[in-house]
């Protein structure tokens, strides 16, 4: 009979398909999860382009990895994103 290797050496398996990410912008470091387009069921304003992400659309969640100093949370700080929007972000 195989040994089964302890669940404390499997490698973690990331809670949701969306999982967040870290990336490095110029003003700061950001997490970015993926909104897939069946849960994207609001709209939404683009920060970049100030146009509506509309409901059933895929885009992009971010929030700072640091909240900024006064803010309760970073959840607070999240905003919706166009992928392409966030693309051409530097
Ligand atoms: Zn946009």
């Given amino acids: 009979?195989?040994?089964r290797p302890s669940k404390h050496l499997r490698p973690a398996?990331?809670?949701l398909d969306n999982f967040a990410a870290a990336q490095t912008k110029a003003?700061?470091?950001w997490m970015v999860a993926n909104m897939p387009a069946g849960?994207?069921?609001k709209n939404y304003l683009?920060?970049?382009c100030q146009q509506t992400i509309s409901v059933g659309m895929a885009h992009l969640v971010v929030w700072p990895v640091d909240p900024s100093i006064?803010?309760?949370s970073a959840v607070?700080?999240?905003r919706h994103w166009h992928t392409a929007c966030?693309?051409?972000r530097r």
């Fill in 70 to 72: 006064g803010s309760a």
């Fill in 86 to 88: 966030w693309k051409l």
């Fill in 13 to 15: 398996r990331p809670i």
């Fill in 27 to 29: 003003d700061g470091r």
């Fill in 46 to 48: 683009c920060p970049n």
């Fill in 76 to 78: 607070s700080e999240r």
């Fill in 1 to 3: 009979m195989a040994k």
């Fill in 39 to 41: 849960k994207a069921n």
